[in-house]
C-alpha cells in the first residue's frame, strides 16, 4: 500500500520558538492517532524556512516538551475513540 499524502493530516501542533522542535499529534486515514516529535523548524541565512530532523533533544527541548505534555496528552486523549 502506497502512501497517501491526502490521507496524511495534522490534528494538533506546538512549535518551540527558541529551538524550532515541533510537537504534532498526527492521523494517516482511519489509524489511531499519534504523537510525532519533530522536525525542527528553522530560518535559512537566505530568509527561506527549513526543517530538519529533530534529531538528538537539546536541554531547552527537554524542558519545553516537559512544559506541554500534559496538554498533549489531553488532547491526544481527546481523539483516541474508547475501544
Do not use: H
Request: net charge positive.
Amino acid at each position: 500500500m502506497a502512501f497517501e499524502p491526502e490521507k496524511d493530516k495534522v490534528i494538533k501542533k506546538w512549535e518551540c520558538r527558541q529551538t524550532g522542535l515541533v510537537v504534532s499529534i498526527n492521523q494517516y486515514g482511519d489509524s489511531l492517532p499519534k504523537v510525532q516529535i519533530g522536525p525542527r523548524v528553522f530560518i535559512r541565512k537566505d530568509g527561506k524556512i527549513s526543517q530538519s530532523k529533530a534529531g538528538r533533544l537539546s536541554l531547552d527541548d527537554l524542558l519545553w516538551v516537559y512544559e506541554i505534555i500534559d496538554e498533549v496528552k489531553e488532547d491526544l486523549m481527546r481523539t483516541v475513540k474508547p475501544e
